[in-house]
């Protein structure tokens, strides 16, 4: 049985691709920071194995690719930040660490990853999925740190699926505000959450399970002619508006 690498396994966005990926029959590494919820999700999911660690120490990626073994199907970077400040209040520090947790780390994963993900590309590919955000092509205030984060993920995506071709394909998808433990500060206030909704042209907010469809998708075999894309799961937002 072939294997995925989920990191952020134990996230709202990462969890929902757990399961996509288990329900098209792939067995699972998942990667994240707490090892007790990792073993409960492993336990939940079957066919999967874990290793708890941090995306800001370099040496973890290693550790992830050992444990995850060889043949690998694909590789999912569901890790980011939600760091939203008015650029005068945003400090050095504020703006490397948005960048090694969206950017660098993705690098690293897939760096440390990718001697299996050619072992197991099979005819169709292996399959690498990043995440970027809405706030990349569409330009919010505030989203100066994550927004410079994301847009390098965007480029190291386009330059990893012209070098890793054709043997690994590697897409993007970039979502509006979803309802996740790390959007939280946004979604628990309903009134601002409902604001923001109105906002889209399919006037609410994503799920987890939104992106989870689309990312399980784009590692799969069906995805096999699909690499170098940034993919809005947004509601429209980076495209539409209906009123005005």
Do not use: C
Not at 40 to 55: F, K, N, P, Q, R
Not at 58 to 84: C, R
Not at 96 to 124: H, P, S, W
Not at 161 to 181: C, D, G, K, M, Y
């Amino acid at each position: 049985m072939k294997r995925v690498i989920v990191y952020g396994g134990t996230g709202g966005i990462g969890a929902a691709t757990a399961r996509a990926l288990r329900q098209r029959g792939y067995a699972l590494h998942l990667a994240a920071r707490d090892a007790g919820r990792l073993d409960a999700l492993a336990s939940e999911l079957g066919e999967t194995t874990v290793t708890a660690g941090d995306v800001l120490d370099p040496d973890f990626f290693a550790a992830v690719t050992d444990q995850a073994g060889e043949d690998l199907a694909g590789l999912v970077y569901a890790v980011g930040t939600i760091n939203l400040r008015p650029l005068a209040k945003l400090t050095a520090r504020d703006a490397e660490t948005d960048f090694r947790i969206n950017a660098l780390g993705a690098f690293l994963a897939v760096q440390a990853a990718a001697k299996g993900l050619k072992a197991g590309a099979g005819d169709a590919g292996a399959g690498v999925v990043l995440f970027s955000t809405v706030a990349v092509a569409q330009g919010f205030a505030h989203h100066a740190s994550v927004a410079m984060a994301k847009g390098a993920v965007e480029g190291l995506a386009l330059s990893l699926a012209a070098e890793l071709s054709p043997q690994i394909r590697v897409n993007v998808v970039a979502p509006s505000l979803t309802r996740t433990p790390l959007a939280a500060a946004i979604t628990g206030s309903e009134t601002l959450a409902s604001g923001i909704a109105a906002m889209h042209a399919l006037q609410r907010l994503g799920t987890p399970e939104d992106i989870a469809g689309l990312t399980g998708f784009l590692v799969s075999e069906e995805a096999a002619w699909i690499t170098g894309q940034v993919i809005g799961v947004d509601g429209g937002r980076s495209a539409l508006r209906t009123k005005g």
